[in-house]
């Protein structure tokens, strides 16, 4: 049986050390639960910016150029907490006093001082955000991007047979990864339901309540017979004024190509049917969700042959500034004909460059095909 390592500090000496009166406090300083690492960090750059300052005044300020404080500023802006980097602050601010009572203010510059102003009150807005949202250095970032990553694996469809096919396709506004256009889906067994949600604006602005929604949309699917008439409900109950929401289900039967589409307010769903070669327009229709308590839907139902689909849509698709909305589509369905040379996986990203080109909004597709 192995013996322990001995301790880096005996024993004595660790119990002389702690009954010294001015190690006591320090160490509490330095280990103070959470916000230790603050700490440590607000000493460091403190005397990094005293060691800048003192080198800077008396050895050369080519080797140690007060823009240097700059990175210190940058640093104390990520990571520490505002009060801290307050701190930090006063002690730079210090530093450049010595540096310009030593060698002067023009050798400092005008030019530099600007700079190291405008990057303090950057880095103060930055620990001043962060200290709303509760969390120290880059965590609300890796927060945001790990929200996307859920959001997005959440926006995929489940596994299909080999004799089916589906492509979803969702394009933000300005590139953003956030928007106000998600899909949620389920697999059980040979049903699958999919929802395809639209919330009222676009980009980051809507991203934030389709984040919320598409929890809570995704919760329902599949817990209820009802779909959309449960998210209306829940809806409703918030009794919040911040734009309206519509979406479609469409509940398919992968043995028999039944299928089931349910509206509220959302851009009428088109069907491909293979023996006319044609795309027909969908009859169901509905309130827009959270407006009224109790929601009517006109579902409209019908099955999918080989060859057949079905191309589910948000408005951003066939809605642009200045045009009706009949017009959209009727190019969505003249541009649907180019899927068909191609093939439907090839032609469904086409298809949303091609009608999305010209204007900045939200646009989502989904289309699920019989081969």
């Known amino acids: 049986m192995s013996s322990r390592p001995a301790p880096l500090i005996p024993p ?25 690492r603050d700490r440590n960090l607000l000493v460091t750059l403190i005397m990094l910016s005293l060691l800048i300052g003192l080198l800077a005044a008396r050895v050369s300020t080519e080797w140690f150029s007060p ?26 601010a210090v530093a450049l006093g010595y540096i310009a009572a030593t060698l002067g203010v023009s050798r400092i ?8 102003a405008f990057t303090s009150i950057l880095a103060l807005l930055m620990a001043r955000t962060r200290g709303k949202l509760g969390v120290q250095g880059l965590r609300g970032d890796a927060m945001l991007l790990e929200l996307r990553d859920r959001l997005k694996s959440q926006g995929e469809l489940p596994p299909m047979p080999k004799d089916w096919g589906a492509k979803v396709v969702l394009k933000q506004a300005g590139g953003s990864s956030f928007g106000g256009d998600f899909l949620v889906s389920l697999r059980d067994g040979d049903q699958v339901d999919i929802a395809l949600v639209d919330v009222s604006g676009k980009g980051v602005d809507a991203g934030t309540r389709a984040l919320l929604l598409s929890g809570t949309f995704g919760g329902l699917l599949g817990s209820v017979e009802d779909f959309l008439p449960a998210c209306n409900a829940y809806l409703h109950r918030q009794r919040g004024d911040e734009g309206f929401v519509t979406a479609v289900h469409a509940r398919l039967n992968l043995t028999t190509g039944e ?4 509206s509220a307010g959302h851009p009428p769903v088109v069907k491909f049917d293979a023996g006319t070669g044609n795309w027909q327009v969908a009859s169901a229709k509905g309130v827009v969700l959270g407006v009224v308590p109790d929601l009517h839907c006109e579902p409209e139902s019908g099955v999918l042959r080989k060859g057949d689909a079905l191309l589910l849509y948000t408005d951003g698709l066939i809605e642009q500034p200045g045009r009706d909305i009949d017009a959209g589509l009727d190019r969505l369905l003249g541009e649907a004909e180019r899927l068909l040379p191609s093939g439907f996986r090839d032609g469904a990203r086409a298809l ?14 989904v289309l699920i095909w019989r081969p």
Do not use: W
């Open 12 to 36: 004595r000496l660790r119990a002389f050390l702690v009954r010294v009166p001015l190690l006591v406090p320090i160490v509490r300083f330095f280990r103070r639960g959470p916000l230790g």
């Open 67 to 92: 823009s240097l404080l700059i990175l210190v500023t940058l640093v104390g802006g990520l990571q520490l907490r505002l009060r801290s980097l307050s701190k930090l602050l006063a002690v730079e």
């Open 109 to 116: 510059g005008l030019g530099l001082m600007v700079t190291i």
């Open 259 to 262: 299928y089931t589409i349910t």
């Open 352 to 365: 949303v460059n091609a009608m999305a080109s010209g204007h900045n909004d939200d646009c989502a597709l």
